[in-house]
């Protein structure tokens, strides 16, 4: 059974770092999987973080993310993390992975939620002024 956990959520200061972490248990990339973090704020729409997929060669980010934060993975590809630097109260959120096997999760639909088959429970982040 394909699982996937995040951890890593915390109450940080504005300017200060996270380091979230996904564990994809069970997870098979293939020849199309990818792995995307996102967050929600209540009242408001899930949005996509940074993406890291089979289906082309860098990770993409969304456009607020602004090179503070990086997606990665270790040797194993079983676990994804999102380094977030100089974190900002708008930052404040439940972060969210995904995971999909699906060619169609391009660098226009990478945050389309509906592509993706499998997501986590989600982890807090609260930044303080």
């Known amino acids: 059974q394909v699982q996937l956990v995040e951890s890593g959520g915390n109450l940080v200061q504005t300017g200060g770092s996270l380091i979230l972490s996904c564990e994809t248990s069970?997870?098979?990339?293939?020849?199309?999987?990818?792995i995307t973090w996102f967050r929600q704020v209540p009242g408001r729409d899930r949005e996509g973080i940074a993406c890291?997929?089979?289906?082309?060669?860098?990770?993409i980010y969304g456009d607020f993310v602004k090179g503070r934060f990086a997606i990665t993975t270790d040797v194993a590809k079983t676990t994804v993390y999102l380094t977030m630097r100089n974190l900002e109260v708008d930052d404040t959120a439940v972060y969210y992975c995904?995971?999909?096997?699906?060619?169609?999760?391009?660098?226009?639909?990478?945050?389309?939620?509906?592509?993706?088959?499998?997501w986590g429970q989600g982890t807090q982040v609260t930044v303080s002024s």
């Open positions: 069970g997870f098979a990339w293939g020849g199309d999987g990818t």
């Open positions: 890291i997929s089979r289906n082309f060669r860098d990770p």
């Open positions: 995904a995971a999909a096997t699906t060619p169609r999760i391009r660098m226009g639909t990478w945050n389309w939620l509906y592509l993706y088959e499998l």
